[in-house]
C-alpha cells in the first residue's frame, strides 16, 4: 500500500521517470517460479560470519518456499568499487548544497559534512570515468538480471557497530567505517530497486538484515519476495523482554 502512494512521477523529482502502471516485475498474480542468485562477496569487503549465515539462511528460507536459488559472483561489484564511484560523483553533487545550507554553522555539523566539505572537488575526467563504470556497472546488472529475477546479498556486511566507530576489525581485517555502505550503494548508482528486512540477530544481540535487488521497474518481485522471506522469519514479530 505504501509502495502504491509513493510509486511514480509527481513533477517535482526528476528521478522519478515512470508511471505507476510499469511493472517489469512478477505482479501480484503470478504464479510463475521465481529465480533468486544469492551472494556474499566478493565486492563487500570483509562480511562477518553471522552477517554472512544470515543471507545463507534466507537463501535456504526461498528455496523451500519454492524458489530456485543458487549462489553466484557478480564480478564487477569487485571490479568496480561503489564506494569510491559514490565518493566522487556524491562529492560534487552535494558540496554546493551544503556550502549554502551550512552557511554560519559550521560548528554545528555533523562530521560527516565537514570532511565533505574540505573534500578537493572531483576533476572533470575522474567524474565522467565515474559515470563510465556505473554504465558498465549497470550493464553487469542487466545481463544478471536476464538469468535471474532478484538477488539476494546482505544489507550490511557486519552488524550495527557502535556509534561513532571510524575503523573496525572483521575477518582479522581493519576496515573502514564506511564499508557498512558497501552492499547498499551499488543499487544507489544504479537506480535498481531494493528492499531489505531483518532475518536474523548477531551473537551479540544485534539485527542482522537481508536484501533483495530486481530489474529496473520490478518492484512488485522483491515484494512478493519480501514477503515469501517474513513468513519464514524467526524474528518476524520480535518484543522488547519486560
Given at each position: 500500500?505504501?509502495?502504491?502512494?509513493?510509486?511514480?512521477?509527481?513533477?517535482?523529482?526528476?528521478y522519478a521517470t515512470s508511471p505507476i502502471d510499469i511493472d517489469t516485475g512478477i505482479g501480484e498474480n503470478s504464479d510463475r517460479t521465481l529465480r533468486v542468485g544469492?551472494?556474499?562477496?566478493?565486492?563487500?569487503?570483509?562480511?562477518?560470519?553471522?552477517?554472512?549465515?544470515?543471507?545463507?539462511?534466507?537463501?535456504?528460507?526461498?528455496?523451500?518456499?519454492?524458489?530456485?536459488?543458487?549462489?553466484?559472483?557478480?564480478?564487477?561489484?569487485?571490479?568496480?568499487?561503489?564506494?569510491?564511484?559514490?565518493?566522487?560523483?556524491?562529492?560534487?553533487?552535494?558540496?554546493?548544497?551544503?556550502?549554502?545550507?551550512?552557511?554560519?554553522?559550521?560548528?554545528?555539523?555533523?562530521?560527516?559534512?565537514?570532511?565533505?566539505?574540505?573534500?578537493?572537488?572531483?576533476?572533470?575526467?575522474?567524474?565522467?570515468?565515474?559515470?563510465?563504470?556505473?554504465?558498465?556497472?549497470?550493464?553487469?546488472?542487466?545481463?544478471?538480471?536476464?538469468?535471474?529475477?532478484?538477488?539476494?546479498?546482505?544489507?550490511?556486511?557486519?552488524?550495527?557497530?557502535?556509534?561513532?566507530?571510524?575503523?573496525?576489525?572483521?575477518?582479522?581485517?581493519?576496515?573502514?567505517?564506511?564499508?557498512?555502505?558497501?552492499?547498499?550503494?551499488?543499487?544507489?548508482?544504479?537506480?535498481?530497486?531494493?528492499?531489505?528486512?531483518?532475518?536474523?540477530?548477531?551473537?551479540?544481540?544485534?539485527?542482522?538484515?537481508?536484501?533483495?535487488?530486481?530489474?529496473?521497474?520490478?518492484?512488485?518481485?522483491?515484494l512478493q519476495l519480501a514477503r515469501l522471506l517474513e513468513s519464514f522469519s524467526a524474528v518476524r514479530n520480535p518484543h522488547p523482554s519486560l
Amino acid at each position: 500500500m505504501a509502495y502504491s502512494i509513493l510509486a511514480g512521477p509527481d513533477g517535482r523529482d526528476g528521478y522519478a521517470t515512470s508511471p505507476i502502471d510499469i511493472d517489469t516485475g512478477i505482479g501480484e498474480n503470478s504464479d510463475r517460479t521465481l529465480r533468486v542468485g544469492w551472494l556474499v562477496g566478493p565486492g563487500y569487503g570483509p562480511v562477518d560470519p553471522d552477517a554472512a549465515a544470515t543471507v545463507a539462511s534466507a537463501a535456504k528460507a526461498l528455496n523451500e518456499a519454492g524458489c530456485e536459488v543458487e549462489e553466484v559472483v557478480i564480478p564487477e561489484l569487485e571490479t568496480y568499487n561503489s564506494l569510491d564511484l559514490y565518493s566522487k560523483l556524491h562529492i560534487l553533487e552535494t558540496k554546493p548544497i551544503f556550502k549554502q545550507l551550512a552557511a554560519g554553522r559550521e560548528a554545528e555539523l555533523f562530521k560527516i559534512i565537514p570532511a565533505i566539505l574540505r573534500s578537493p572537488d572531483t576533476a572533470v575526467d575522474g567524474y565522467v570515468a565515474a559515470e563510465q563504470s556505473v554504465e558498465k556497472l549497470k550493464d553487469a546488472f542487466a545481463a544478471f538480471f536476464e538469468r535471474y529475477d532478484a538477488v539476494l546479498c546482505p544489507v550490511t556486511p557486519f552488524p550495527a557497530p557502535p556509534h561513532g566507530l571510524t575503523e573496525l576489525v572483521v575477518n582479522g581485517e581493519t576496515i573502514s567505517g564506511r564499508s557498512m555502505l558497501r552492499a547498499t550503494v551499488p543499487f544507489n548508482l544504479t537506480g535498481l530497486p531494493a528492499i531489505s528486512l531483518r532475518f536474523g540477530t548477531s551473537r551479540g544481540g544485534l539485527p542482522i538484515g537481508v536484501q533483495l535487488a530486481s530489474r529496473w521497474f520490478a518492484e512488485s518481485t522483491i515484494l512478493q519476495l519480501a514477503r515469501l522471506l517474513e513468513s519464514f522469519s524467526a524474528v518476524r514479530n520480535p518484543h522488547p523482554s519486560l
